[in-house]
Antibody
Framework: MHLVQSGAEVKKPGESLKISCKGSGYKFTSYWIGWVRQMPGKGLEWIGI????????RYSPSFQGQVTISADKFINTAYLHWSSLKASDSAMYYC????????????WGQGTLVTVSS | DIVMTQSPLSLPVTPGEPASISCRSS???????????LDWYVQKPGQSPQLLIYLGSRRASGVPDRFSGSGSGTDFTLKISRVLAEDVGVYYC?????????FGPGTTVDIK
């Protein structure tokens, strides 16, 4: 399992953004893939997760309604989308791929740094 | 939601000495299959997190045997038998019983 994320982004408040995570080396539709936020100097927080096989999506309560997670199973890619960014969305975002054991994350992407500043 | 706590939050260690981190969950992580769904991850400076331990006590592929996990239900421990300089980083426990999981606040391990 290998996950490669899109590059760093610099945006203004109110702008939209979609970052991506491409999976390879495994059957993309058979495993959950999600997103984890790390604000500067802080810990890890699950945003949500999607099962590409049927597009079932689950969000952590703090992030419900704030972002949208999607996946395109035809190009083995998961997405995290904001419709209107805020300065507080500035953070490192990791995609996280679960394997065969419960919610254990077997593989992490390299991270995408999002900076939102006017 | 399951809430995870860790102690200590900061752990200065002497190379060659052992180290221990505790993790507690607000609900039992014991599945009906008999396994506790508790993971340990380490995030070394400037890197993505990486899996150390899953199902409470199973080392992930390539993890040195100086790392061990124990515990069941709601109380878990990560032990490093002899800390090396390369072990510096932030260690997180995470409940993997529910999807998505929940991380603990992290324990920063650094060298004295």
């Amino acid at each position: 399992m290998h996950l490669v994320q899109s590059g760093a982004e610099v945006k203004k408040p109110g702008e939209s953004l979609k970052i991506s995570c491409k999976g390879s080396g495994y059957k993309f539709t058979s495993y959950w893939i999600g997103w984890v936020r790390q604000m500067p100097g802080k810990g890890l927080e699950w945003i949500g997760i999607i099962y590409p096989g049927n597009s079932e999506t689950r969000y952590s309560p703090s992030f419900q309604g704030q972002v949208t997670i999607s996946a395109d199973k035809f190009i083995n890619t998961a997405y995290l989308h904001w419709s209107s960014l805020k300065a507080s969305d500035s953070a490192m975002y990791y995609c996280a791929g679960q394997g065969a054991v419960g919610g254990t994350v077997d593989q992490w992407g390299q991270g995408t740094l999002v900076t939102v500043s006017s | 939601d399951i809430v995870m706590t860790q102690s200590p939050l900061s752990l200065p260690v002497t190379p060659g000495e052992p180290a221990s981190i505790s993790c507690r969950s607000s609900q039992s992580l014991l599945h009906t299959n008999g396994y506790s769904y508790l993971d340990w991850y380490v995030q070394k400076p400037g890197q993505s997190p990486q899996l150390l331990i899953y199902l409470g006590s199973r080392r992930a592929s390539g993890v040195p045997d100086r790392f061990s996990g124990s515990g069941s239900g709601t109380d878990f421990t990560l032990k490093i038998s002899r800390v090396l300089a390369e072990d510096v980083g932030v260690y997180y426990c995470m409940q993997a019983l529910q999807t998505p999981g929940t991380f603990g606040p992290g324990t920063t391990v650094d060298i004295k």
